[in-house]
Every structure is written in structure tokens, then in C-alpha cells.
């Protein structure tokens, strides 16, 4: 089973946003919701790498208020960290098929590296 490996889920609100992550580290992160089960949903997989991960995170608070009930968390090393454990996510819980994500996770500027499970 594909795990998100990040801390939470936690109320996606600006008030938990703020009391929960730093105010300078990059990372990743899911939004979504929880199911009748009480197991955490994904319905979204991203990252932040030139903003602090804080600020990435409260720029979706509006978006689906209907979906997007919590948010998990994970800080990255790396801008080029940040972006492989995107793609992981990405591909690990149904790119664009399941997911609200547009597109693939896009590549960093001025970095080669492509995504290690489909190569784009």
C-alpha cells in the first residue's frame, strides 16, 4: 500500500497552517479528506521549493473547501528531494486520473533530473 510518508493529517486551516509548519522550510504535501472509514483520502500532492512550505500550503485554502478538509506534511533537504517525493506521491496515489493535480509535477529549474517512475 502507497504511504504518503508525512506527518498529519491536520485541519486545513490558516490558524493550524501557522501553529503546525515553520516559517521557513521547504517540503511536500497532500491535501484531501477523510472517507467514512476514517482513512485519509489524497486528493492532491505538491510541493514547495522556492516559498517556505507554510506559504504554498495556505495559498489553496478557498480552493475546494468541500474536499480539502486536511493536510499532511513532510519537510524536504533539498529543492531536488522535494521534487522526486513529488513524483512519488503523484504517481504512488493516481496522477491526474484520482488526483485534483492538473499535470505532472514539474521539473526544477536549471536541474536535469526527471521523474524516476516515468521519466518525464
Same mark, same amino acid.
Given at each position: 500500500? &502507497? ?11 490558516? +490558524?493550524?497552517?501557522? #501553529?503546525?509548519?515553520?516559517? +521557513? ?6 491535501? *484531501? ?12 500532492? *505538491?510541493? &514547495? ?12 485554502? *478557498?480552493? %475546494?473547501?468541500? %474536499?480539502? %478538509? ?5 519537510? #524536504?533537504?533539498? #529543492?531536488?528531494? &522535494?521534487?522526486? %517525493? +513529488? ?7 493516481? /496522477?491526474?486520473?484520482?488526483? /485534483?493535480?492538473?499535470?505532472?509535477? &514539474?521539473?526544477?529549474?536549471?536541474? /536535469? ?6 521519466? +518525464?
Amino acid at each position: 500500500m &502507497a504511504s504518503l510518508d508525512m506527518f498529519g493529517p491536520y485541519s486545513f486551516d490558516k +490558524e493550524t497552517i501557522d #501553529a503546525t509548519l515553520d516559517d +521557513e522550510s521547504i517540503g511536500n504535501y497532500a491535501l *484531501g479528506h477523510k472517507n467514512d472509514d476514517g482513512v485519509f483520502v489524497v486528493n492532491y500532492v *505538491g510541493r &514547495a521549493t522556492d516559498q517556505p512550505l507554510k506559504d504554498r500550503i495556505k495559498q489553496h485554502l *478557498g480552493e %475546494k473547501p468541500s %474536499k480539502y %478538509k486536511l493536510f499532511k506534511y513532510s519537510y #524536504a533537504d533539498t #529543492a531536488k528531494n &522535494a521534487y522526486l %517525493k +513529488e513524483c512519488k506521491n503523484y504517481h504512488d496515489f493516481g /496522477e491526474k486520473d484520482l488526483l /485534483e493535480n492538473d499535470y505532472h509535477p &514539474a521539473k526544477l529549474p536549471d536541474d /536535469e533530473t526527471k521523474c524516476p517512475i516515468c521519466g +518525464e
